[in-house]
């Protein structure tokens, strides 16, 4: 029977699933547990096209009770759920802009964001840190415009569909390790890239695309044909010809300087000469997992001054450019900037202070008259997404009383000593409260002596708090109870003049306030 050439591994005990696949049928193969049956894998793997007969068929297995654990099954690849999976802006630097759909305008972009099928980015003089759901990055530079157009996950087999489109302009891409049958590709208007897990520059141009492999091997096609790109390789496809061209990247200059900690601005970066080279490449980056660039020139020299730079960890990158315009390997070296500054101390609000918005202000201390310091504050630890950021001032205190929307903030100051240098001070949590907007009864309906109150619903609400007076001012509650729902139902006493208000039920962020009242009254000649 098929199911003996299935049978691959016989009874073997606690299997789990080995994803794998054959390019020629596009399947891919999962190994039966203990535990497993047709059923169960049909609907943790299937997409709702399809179901397990026609697995039991397209495995051609004539007994379902035989298969035992270590059993392999073929599934199409095609068969199997997907989702589309956004992908996540970790940090911007400068002009970038983003488009939402086809139909709608341009805005600007803002770390956190998250991207979805079918969005654009359009950089003009800024750079975009992009991550993906497999936890691949792709570095928008300047003056480019990326198309996402396909971010699909197959759920529990790990395999990834992503597809992007540069339509012009330049991107550096790390490719996280990729699962076999998964598929991650940029294509251009004259030529197309694909890797399997790989870090590669991409640039695209009227004239054509060109493409600089650091690491690993990336499919480099076009209309005429294809070839595999390694790393320390560049390639390059013109618009109109038939040929690719390739040739082999500079090596990462060698670096002059040792220090990996810096006391004193400004420093000089040097490295060694590349024999040949027509210019070089410096980008200077924050070390931390959102990366973002703060410094890229294009030098005559691989030489540079360090200056104008906060405290902090920074990587320092260097690469040599060939007259026909492929950039090299880069010399990446840590750097600590450690400068005796003039750090702030965090006087008010104190940490995970929960403060009213319309109370809302910043103090804090500095040690020399001089220095001039501002406040950032932020909704993420890594101050990447500002909600505000001042001008350096000599004010070392700050009201902002009803800026803020109600939630939670991170904050911080920077101080700037009269030599120039930057320091930052420890960063602080905050939560802002604020009012929730008002409940209004939007209709009263009457059946009988019954009365039908609906009021507008609350998003931040865990519910209502309903009010029943015989008074206008409501100095006596004859009624008071919660309610989920933004309606309630009631039996009144005809002949009588009764008021309602509705408050929603705050959380820790919110505070709240009963809204207008509305006057109830039933006839006494009302049908019960």
Do not use: C
Request: proline share 5%.
């Amino acid at each position: 029977m098929m199911l003996q050439l299935l049978v691959l591994l016989a009874l073997a005990p606690q299997v789990t699933a080995e994803p794998q696949v054959t390019e020629s049928n596009g399947d891919w193969y999962y190994t039966f547990r203990p535990t497993d049956s047709m059923q169960s894998i049909s609907k943790r793997f299937l997409n709702t096209n399809h179901d397990w007969p026609e697995l039991v068929r397209y495995n051609r297995i004539d007994d379902v009770n035989s298969l035992q654990a270590g059993s392999i099954i073929r599934i199409p690849i095609a068969w199997l759920k997907f989702q589309p999976q956004p992908a996540k802006v970790l940090s911007v630097d400068g002009n970038v802009l983003i488009k939402k759909d086809r139909f709608s305008q341009y805005q600007l972009l803002k770390a956190n964001t998250l991207i979805q099928v079918g969005f654009e980015i359009m950089s003009r003089n800024g750079t975009a840190l992009i991550k993906l759901a497999d936890n691949s990055i792709v570095r928008v530079e300047s003056d480019t415009q990326l198309s996402f157009n396909r971010m699909s996950h197959f759920g529990e087999t790990g395999m990834v569909d992503t597809r992007l489109r540069l339509k012009k302009g330049g991107v550096i891409s790390e490719v996280a390790p990729l699962e076999k049958g998964s598929r991650f590709e940029i294509r251009t208007p004259s030529a197309v890239a694909a890797v399997r897990g790989t870090e590669f520059r991409l640039r695209s141009d009227a004239s054509g695309s060109q493409i600089e492999v650091t690491e690993g091997n990336v499919e480099f096609s076009h209309a005429h044909g294809s070839q595999t790109v390694g790393a320390g390789e560049g390639a390059r496809v013109n618009v109109n010809s038939a040929i690719i061209t390739s040739k082999k990247l500079y090596e990462a200059p060698a670096r002059s300087f040792s220090a990996k900690s810096v006391g004193e601005l400004p420093f000089k970066l040097s490295w060694e000469p590349s024999a040949g080279a027509k210019s070089y490449k410096y980008e200077l980056r924050v070390d931390s997992p959102a990366g973002n660039v703060l410094q890229s020139k294009q030098l005559s020299s691989p030489e540079v001054e360090l200056e104008h730079v906060s405290n902090g960890d920074y990587q320092v990158a260097m690469r040599a450019i060939d007259k026909d315009g492929f950039e090299g390997m880069d010399d990446v070296a840590s750097v600590s900037v450690e400068l005796d500054g003039d750090t702030p101390s965090l006087l008010l609000p104190i940490q995970s202070s929960i403060v009213n918005s319309s109370e809302l202000e910043f103090g804090w201390s500095l040690k020399r008259p001089e220095t001039k310091s501002k406040l950032q504050v932020s909704t993420d630890r890594d101050f990447v997404d500002f909600v505000y950021e001042g001008q350096f001032q000599s004010e070392t205190k700050l009201a902002m009383n009803n800026q803020l929307d109600p939630g939670v903030y991170y904050w911080r100051v920077i101080g700037l000593s009269a030599d120039h240098v930057e320091s930052a001070s420890d960063s602080r949590k905050l939560s802002v409260r604020g009012l929730m907007n008002e409940t209004r009864i939007l209709s009263v309906n009457y059946v009988g002596n019954q009365v039908g109150l609906f009021w507008n619903s609350i998003d931040e609400a865990n519910g209502y708090i309903l009010q029943i007076s015989d008074s206008k001012n409501f100095l006596r509650i004859l009624r008071e109870e919660t309610i989920q729902k933004p309606s309630a139902f009631l039996k009144l006493t005809p002949g009588k003049n009764y008021y309602a208000r509705i408050k929603g039920i705050p959380n820790e962020l919110f505070e709240s306030e009963f809204g207008p009242s509305e006057t109830l009254f039933i006839p006494e000649d009302a049908a019960p």
